[in-house]
């Protein structure tokens, strides 16, 4: 059938798979790949989706992005438009439970559902390293133990992702987050590091975002190591509701409407501490959390 000369052609929309600072790499839908350049000050972040328009790159509005405040105080943008954020662990290097409380809380924020990868699952702690996971952050689901280097968990992996996610990995440098992109890929070759023998530290290799398809179905964005996760646009008052391991007790309701679960009488979350569903240590680090973003309230005032 002809088309109407007057008939608007849909934008093509492109989608930001890599930042270079100067230039970035756009696929599209079709699996067709460009570089753009884009202005240093440019906000774009990997996921961004974007159309071409006379005068340049226009960004689409962008939803579920992944924020962080670095230790600068800076808010970081890590990726956007995503469904999922896998935290990456491994037996070496640890990674310190205040990151990955806080992880999760900034990912539930904005409604991106997270999972935990149990990375170098090849090494003799694994086990243990999982039980720690379990036990500490239960409603965290799925757990998935994967060895990038034996290629163990990869196809349970990939079962996981198939179902359309677009997911982020995040964790700490050295927990081995390219070398899985490496080895679900087959024909990637991401930069990998040696972790420091001596302190256990990575190298951070990784120094930008990079977005990948699997054939089965499901993306994949590898990003650089960090270590600060400060969340962005939670107040004190709102933390409780994306605390991991509150889930059960905030469905019981607490006598004040805006109880912040510290001290406060006929509290749900204080009586499953008192009744051992809620362990003195979680409630611990939610209060020093929820200490943190006071004091970035007051700051922001
Ligand atoms: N034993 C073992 N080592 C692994 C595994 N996966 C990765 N490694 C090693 O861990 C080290 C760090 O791997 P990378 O993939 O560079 O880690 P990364 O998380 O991407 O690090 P950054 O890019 O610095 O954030 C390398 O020496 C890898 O060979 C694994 O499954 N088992
Ligand atoms: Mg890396």
């Given at each position: 059938m002809e088309r109407k000369t007057d008939?608007?052609?849909?934008?093509?929309?492109?989608?930001?798979?890599?930042?270079?600072?100067?230039?970035?790499?756009?696929?599209?839908?079709?699996?067709?790949?460009?570089?753009?350049?884009?202005?240093?000050?440019?906000?774009?972040?990997?996921?961004?989706?974007?159309?071409?328009?006379?005068?340049?790159?226009?960004?689409?509005?962008?939803?579920?992005?992944?924020?962080?405040?670095?230790?600068?105080?800076?808010?970081?943008?890590?990726?956007?438009?995503?469904?999922?954020?896998?935290?990456?662990?491994?037996?070496?290097?640890?990674?310190?439970?205040?990151?990955?409380d806080r992880a999760i809380v900034g990912a539930r924020a904005v409604d991106i559902e997270p999972f935990f990868v149990a990375n170098k699952s090849d090494l003799g702690d694994g086990v243990a390293l999982i039980d720690h996971l379990r036990g500490q952050w239960p409603g965290v689901e799925p757990v998935l133990s994967v060895s990038a280097v034996e290629g163990y968990g990869l196809d349970a992996f990939r079962r996981w992702l198939g179902n359309g996610a677009r997911a982020v990995f995040v964790g700490v440098s050295g927990v081995g987050k390219s070398s899985l992109m490496n080895a679900l890929l087959g024909d990637l070759e991401l930069a990998v590091g040696e972790i420091n023998p001596q302190t256990e530290l990575g190298r951070h290799v990784t120094t930008n975002a990079t977005l990948h398809c699997l054939p089965e179905g499901g993306e994949l964005i590898d990003t650089p190591g960090?270590?600060?996760?400060?969340?962005?646009?939670?107040?004190?008052?709102?933390?409780?509701?994306?605390?991991?391991?509150?889930?059960?007790?905030?469905?019981?309701?607490?006598?004040?409407r805006d109880c912040r679960h510290r001290t406060e009488p006929h509290c749900s979350v204080l009586e499953a501490v008192k009744a051992g569903q809620i362990r003195t240590d979680r409630h611990a680090a939610y209060m020093a959390l929820q200490d943190e973003l006071a004091q970035v309230d007051r700051e922001r005032r």
């Open positions: 008939e608007v052609m849909p934008e093509k929309t492109w989608r930001v798979v890599s930042h270079y600072g100067i230039e970035v790499l756009l696929r599209s839908a079709e699996g067709e790949e460009k570089r753009a350049p884009v202005d240093r000050r440019a906000s774009l972040v990997v996921g961004d989706e974007v159309v071409w328009q006379s005068n340049g790159l226009q960004q689409r509005p962008r939803v579920r992005a992944l924020q962080r405040r670095d230790r600068r105080g800076r808010i970081r943008t890590v990726a956007s438009n995503l469904s999922a954020m896998g935290v990456v662990v491994a037996p070496r290097p640890r990674t310190p439970d205040a990151f990955i960090f270590r600060d996760f400060g969340p962005v646009a939670i107040s004190a008052g709102d933390l409780a509701a994306y605390f991991p391991g509150f889930e059960g007790a905030l469905a019981e309701r607490c006598h004040y």
